[in-house]
Each structure stands twice: as structure tokens, then as C-alpha cells.
């Protein structure tokens, strides 16, 4: 119940809409159904509080004002034993800081949330800037995967999620040796290896973060480097088995790593970055994620 409600406070507009309904709701029980019934004061409370938590960004002067017609409901449908203005203006003020209450949990919760996002681009920041040549690798990881993600017309929560997961695909490379990340020559099997186990260490890492336990980053963490053919690591899974997100993530942190200058090697030209990933579909990377990733650049090079 509590991740539902978390859930929830991710989109004001669901308790914008539900306060809309619970008020309305309220009116017609009270008007038509329970005449009189006082015990029904619990649902204008409601709408108070869905009023706050989904208007919590809107202008001062609109809260008050629904906050007037909510107590102006309640006072009218709900005949007390005391009806005077008295009894009136405490009404609007228990309402108004109700919903001053819930407008404050609302900019709590946003606050976090964006403390929580810098945070994120902090570490990965952190992580870029070990290497002169993969700066702003995970930030342009994360700029493609949401591309790829809104295209194919994905939530907006699974487009939250493949941002962070964008961000944070490399963390793991934190317990790589910089001796090993800026070889400039050819790396042993031994070295390539001990790169190999990033995915894992960075699964490791953040695998406690309970935000992330269930929504898909942990995913993207650990299988950013699994192949559409069953041939990656670290676990071997293929097809469908790949969870979406990291699919997407796969293709942008290829593309990405190819268009970028690397200690060993220099960048390449787009045409052949698209070939190579067009060449790989079905293989490396799943057939329906390269075909949206390509109409990105549909015009700018030949397939």
C-alpha cells in the first residue's frame, strides 16, 4: 500500500483528478443519497488532502479558493447543531492547513526526488571524469536511452527509470583499475576479464538502494552488456529474457562509445556506427529497439 501511494506521489495530476471525483462524489451523497449524514465530513477531509497533494504546484490564490468551495460544501450539505460564520471560519481554517499540510509533504517529496536525481548525476560525473576520454559517457547513455524510450512510446515512469539507469550503467567500473580503463594498447584476457565483472560490481553496489530494488535500474546495471544472441555477460541471458530496459540501454551505450574518442582508437564516422549496430540487429541487440534507434538518425547517414 505505501509503494502504491509512493507510486502516486510521483504524478500530481492523480490526485488532481481524484480530488475533482471525491468532491463531486461527496456533493451527490450528501445532496441525494445521505441527506443530513454528518459522519460523511470524513470525505471533504479527503479532498482537502488530495487538494494539497495535487495542486501543490499551482498558484497560492487557487488553493485557497478550492479550499473555500470545499468548506462551503461541507458547510452547507452537513447541517450542524452550531451553524453560524463562527462555525464557518473554523471550518476554512482546519481545511486550509490540511491542505497547506499536504501542499508541504508534496515539495518534501519533490525535493528528495531531485536532491535523490543530482545526486545521481554527481556519482556519474564522478565516474566519467576518471578518464579524459569517456567524460560525459553515462550522461549521453542515459540522453539515448530515453530518446530510444519515448519512441517506442514507453511510460513516462519506465522513462525515469532508464534515465537514472543510463547514469549509473557503469558504476560498477568504480572497482576497475585505472591501469586496466586507460590502457591505450590491446587488453589480455586476464584485463578483459576483470572489466567483464563491472556489471556485477556495480549491480553490488547500489543493489540496497530500495528505490531501486523494483523498478528496473538494478536491471540495466547488471545487464547492460548481455546480447541479444545469448554471447554477453555476465549472465548469458537471451532474447526476451533481457529485461527491455537494458536493451535499450545497450544499443545507446554502444553508439555512444563508438562516437566517442577512446585512449585506444579514435572516433568513428557516424555511417559506420550505424552500420555496425544496423549489422548487429538480431545478434548483439534486439531487431525492434535498432530499428527505432536508427530512425533517430533516418537522413543524417546512409543505413
Not at 13 to 22: G, H, K
Not at 277 to 301: C, H, M, S, T, Y
Request: proline letters at 3%; glycine letters at 6%.
Amino acid at each position: 500500500m505505501f509503494k502504491l501511494f509512493n507510486k502516486w506521489l510521483k504524478h500530481p495530476n492523480y490526485f488532481r483528478y481524484s480530488f475533482y471525483i471525491m468532491l463531486i462524489s461527496s456533493i451527490l451523497l450528501n445532496s441525494f443519497v445521505f441527506e443530513n449524514e454528518s459522519n460523511f465530513y470524513i470525505l471533504y477531509i479527503f479532498c482537502a488532502i488530495f487538494l494539497g497533494i495535487g495542486f501543490f504546484d499551482k498558484p497560492w490564490w487557487l488553493i485557497v479558493v478550492f479550499t473555500l468551495l470545499v468548506v462551503c460544501c461541507r458547510y452547507y450539505l452537513i447541517p450542524e447543531l452550531s451553524h453560524n460564520i463562527g462555525t464557518f471560519f473554523t471550518y476554512f481554517f482546519t481545511y486550509l492547513v490540511i491542505t497547506l499540510i499536504s501542499v508541504g509533504l508534496m515539495k518534501f517529496v519533490q525535493r528528495v526526488k531531485e536532491d535523490n536525481l543530482a545526486l545521481i548525476m554527481a556519482l556519474s560525473k564522478a565516474l566519467d571524469s576518471r578518464d579524459a576520454y569517456t567524460q560525459h559517457h553515462s550522461k549521453n547513455v542515459a540522453k539515448y536511452s530515453v530518446e530510444i524510450a519515448n519512441r517506442m512510446m514507453l511510460s513516462r515512469d519506465v522513462c525515469d527509470v532508464i534515465h537514472v539507469g543510463g547514469l549509473l550503467h557503469d558504476i560498477g567500473k568504480i572497482g576497475i583499475p585505472g591501469t586496466i580503463l586507460k590502457k591505450p594498447e590491446k587488453l589480455t584476457d586476464d584485463e578483459y576479464n576483470t572489466v567483464k565483472t563491472h556489471p556485477t560490481i556495480g549491480y553490488e553496489i547500489i543493489k540496497h538502494v530500495e528505490s531501486f530494488q523494483d523498478n528496473g535500474i538494478l536491471d540495466i546495471v547488471l545487464y547492460h552488456h548481455e546480447r541479444y544472441d545469448g554471447k554477453g555477460y555476465p549472465t548469458g541471458l537471451k532474447g526476451m529474457q533481457i529485461p527491455l530496459v537494458a536493451r535499450i540501454v545497450a544499443v545507446a551505450d554502444t553508439f555512444d562509445a563508438m562516437s566517442s574518442q577512446r585512449v585506444y582508437r579514435d572516433k568513428l564516422d557516424l555511417d559506420v556506427i550505424l552500420k555496425e549496430i544496423e549489422r548487429n540487429k538480431g545478434k548483439q541487440f534486439d531487431p525492434e529497439i535498432v530499428d527505432v534507434f536508427l530512425d533517430i538518425f533516418d537522413g543524417q547517414a546512409a543505413k
